[in-house]
């Protein structure tokens, strides 16, 4: 068996960019107050067009990382790791329109040292108005996760939902299943171990689906509210939200077909596609983008 590769102490924040506009010089601005480190940030990019990154990569200790491509967020993600050195053992991800608050990333890594088992460790995120955004949450098991998903946004209160987001639970330090993918600080062994995030979810579960198989390892998802950023909103596009409505409709498919295989399944899983293909169908009409931090 191969023994899991030893990494330094060193800290990296990888940030997906898809032309972000002015919140990443907010995102880097603020990153100085969030940690008496010096942090190497990678700008894992999928194909901006607004200049940013290539602004933002003039920076001491920013680089620049093209993908080639739009690989989506947890393939973008994977590329960016891929470039760091050994010395790296932490490693942040994060959306760049996140503004930090001071020390947050030493609270982070506080709380990593007194969890030798924590594989990921989520701040508390809060919109500009204090509202405290779920981030960390249950697994969406297969009734949550039906009845969320098909009920969460004409009846937001219905248990399902409720249970789901932990909306109600108390903002202390505590063990969830899994964590928001917005913003979290990824022990990188753990990381290494599930094999990074899977690439097949172009955006929305793959954070779901990474805390799930930490879990499956015996890695812990640690909720640290003590570490805080504030989620300041990205650049929006009306054209785009038909598309990304329809991936998070696609990825929600995914992860519950990817944990309920067999024959026996693949009549309820007709039924679950159906009824996310109507939801869509609703959705669209006049909808507007779903929020960066791939709100569920």
């Not at 995102?27 to 940013?52: M, Q, W």
């Not at 003039?58 to 967020?73: A, C, F, I, K, Q």
């Not at 913003?183 to 793959?206: H, K, P, T």
Request: hydrophobic share 40%; charged share 25%; proline share 5%.
């Amino acid at each position: 068996m191969t023994e899991p590769k030893t990494y330094g102490d060193g800290v990296a924040v990888v940030v997906v960019t898809y032309s972000p506009g002015e919140t990443l010089q907010r995102f880097l601005d603020t990153l100085d107050d969030a940690t008496e480190r010096t942090v190497e940030v990678v700008l894992a990019d999928n194909g901006s067009v607004d200049g940013a990154p290539e602004k933002a990569a003039e920076r001491d200790h920013v680089r620049l990382v093209p993908t080639g491509g739009n690989l989506g967020y947890g393939g973008a993600v994977n590329a960016g790791v891929a470039t760091l050195g050994d010395e790296v053992g932490w490693i942040v991800v994060a959306n760049p329109d996140l503004e930090w608050n001071a020390g947050a990333i030493d609270a982070l890594l506080d709380a990593a040292r007194r969890r030798p088992r924590g594989g990921a460790f989520g701040p508390l995120i809060s919109d500009p108005d204090g509202t405290v955004y779920p981030s960390a949450r249950l697994l969406p098991s297969l009734g949550r996760g039906v009845g969320h998903a098909l009920l969460g946004r004409v009846w937001p209160g219905n248990p399902w939902s409720r249970a789901y987001r932990q909306e109600t639970a108390e903002p202390r330090e505590r063990t969830a299943e899994w964590l928001s993918g917005s913003c979290q600080l990824l022990r990188r062994e753990a990381f290494d171990s599930v094999g990074g995030f899977d690439a097949r979810y172009f955006m929305y579960f793959e954070d779901v689906d990474l805390g799930d198989r930490l879990g499956r390892l015996g890695w812990l998802n640690v909720y640290v509210p003590s570490a805080s950023v504030m989620h300041i909103g990205g650049q929006a596009t009306s054209q785009a939200s038909a598309r990304m409505l329809k991936a998070h409709h696609d990825s929600a498919y995914r992860y519950l077909a990817d944990r309920h295989r067999g024959l026996a399944w693949k009549p309820l899983l007709a039924l679950i596609r159906l009824g996310l293909a109507v939801r869509l169908r609703i959705e669209t009409r006049g909808a507007q983008r779903p929020s960066s931090l791939r709100e569920r």
